[in-house]
């Protein structure tokens, strides 16, 4: 399942937690390749067991293989919208499609899912979802439950993404998954980023500032704060102008050749005059986004 060959996890991305201790559903942990070798790895992991994933229904939808346990319908409004973020995010990134399977194990019960979770990443924190990459696999665990939707398109698009841009910067990482993790449609507009930023606004402790965001290596650090500014780079990046999308764009494929890449927040004081400036419009655009009606 997760490793055949015995090559190190080298990252997990754990998506929404509503089982333990955290209060904001979209808390993304992450242990980036660098932080992980053999001796970091939890115990118990299951490189050769599959016995207790999901196995009853297996779908084939593009570059997913969804397996479930429990009978999962192929037109199932959900594994075609999953099959269409991967042209989404291909489109809206210039990442070009991958082959590269993406596997999504869907435990219809949540304590099967947690048992899972507590048995083969019992050092790690309790998550509603998870996506784990490794040297050989894309996975994505999940259980189903109501936000299914919203945390299968988080992980999937974290499993799109590095299929083809294995090294991405851990704020710009989770910034893309909470951009997809919406229902087509909205563009991107996170509502309850947009809230939260603007509460801050509202208090005089926004802080926009992509260096330090940049400077963040481990999920430990992240907090709601970190989300919702990743988030916020992100929409102003793909939603305002042509050349800070194609900015991203150039950005993602020259990370493709190169994971050391010269960051992007050089690349936006280079198009946008100064740091300021970028931190300016940034806020401008929070604001703007928060003047919108709401649907
Ligand atoms: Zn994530």
Redesign the pocket.
């Known amino acids: 399942m997760l490793v055949r060959t015995g090559l190190p996890l080298v990252a997990l991305?754990?998506?929404a937690c509503t089982l333990v201790g955290c209060a904001h559903s979209l808390t993304?942990v992450?242990w980036p390749r660098s932080t992980l070798d053999r001796s970091g790895l939890p115990t118990g992991m299951p490189w050769n067991d599959t016995s207790d994933l999901p196995n009853r229904t297996e779908i084939l939808a593009g570059q997913l293989v969804i397996h479930a346990d429990f009978p999962l319908a192929g037109q199932h409004r959900l594994v075609r919208d999953l099959e269409t973020l991967r042209l989404d995010v291909s489109q809206k990134l210039g990442l070009p499609i991958s082959d590269e399977l993406v596997h999504l194990y869907v435990f219809e019960r949540p304590d099967s899912y947690d048992a899972f979770a507590a048995k083969h990443f019992p050092h790690f924190p309790v998550r509603r979802a998870f996506?784990v990459e490794t040297d050989t696999t894309l996975s994505v665990f999940a259980p189903w439950q109501d936000r299914i939707a919203e945390d299968l398109r988080?992980?999937t698009?974290?499993g799109y993404v590095h299929a083809v841009v294995p090294t991405v910067p851990l704020w710009l990482?989770?910034g893309i998954?909470?951009f997809f993790e919406l229902p087509r449609g909205e563009q991107g507009l996170h509502r309850d980023h947009i809230s939260h930023l603007s509460g801050r606004m509202l208090e005089g402790t926004c802080r926009i500032d992509l260096p330090r965001l940049e400077s963040l290596e481990s999920a430990g650090e992240l907090s709601q704060d970190h989300y919702a500014e990743s988030w916020a780079w992100v929409h102003w990046m793909l939603e305002t102008t042509a050349p800070r999308r194609t900015l991203l764009q150039n950005y993602l494929a020259d990370l493709r050749r190169d994971g050391k890449t010269a960051p992007l927040s050089a690349r936006l004081t280079q198009l946008e005059g100064s740091p300021s400036a970028c931190t300016a419009s940034v806020r401008a655009h929070i604001e703007a986004v928060a003047a919108l009606p709401q649907k």
Do not use: S, W
Request: proline share 0%.
């Open positions: 991305l754990l998506g993304t992450h996506f988080h992980e698009t974290h990482d989770e998954a909470e």
